[in-house]
């Protein structure tokens, strides 16, 4: 096959030529395997960046990205409990942020066999005032329901599911504690 390069990808390409040189040392210590402590489900949107926002590297968080943030279908709630039941992670970070497009865009979708905006629709009367905080809120309220493991781990005080809003004007996180 005739390799095409372009703008783009030569620009991925210097990028991970400096990242690789950078983190030389880091490499070796996570080769046999990882073993994070905290799991984080966020959204894809490219301003929120879970290593960024807490200051984090390469084998301190595991990350599972999806619009929204919701743990809706199968392969989502697999990869969540991959580091919960497998890696055992302590604690599990419902992050979302504000001016998420998947909460906007529910807002405005009629399109019932939609179920990514059904889901985030479905989560506006936890906070009528703030609907990307009910999108959280119901994501920690369902998630238990949907994962035997993940609810398992909990009562057994093996996990600490904790929610999370994302402020992209200052980048501070609220962390859900009462
Ligand atoms: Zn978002």
Redesign the pocket.
Known sequence: MKKIKDNLIEELESGNKEYSKKNKNIFKKFLKGQSPKIAILT???SR?IPEYIFNKSIGELFVIRV???IALDSTVIKSIEYGVDHLKVSHLIILG?TN????KASEETNDEKDVLFNEIKESFILDPDNHFRANILRQLNMLPKRSKIINNKIKNKKLTLIGALYNLKDGQVDFFID
């Not at 998420?100 to 909460?103: L, R, S, T």
């Open positions: 959204c894809s949107d929120v619009a929204g943030n942020h998420c497009g998947a909460v």
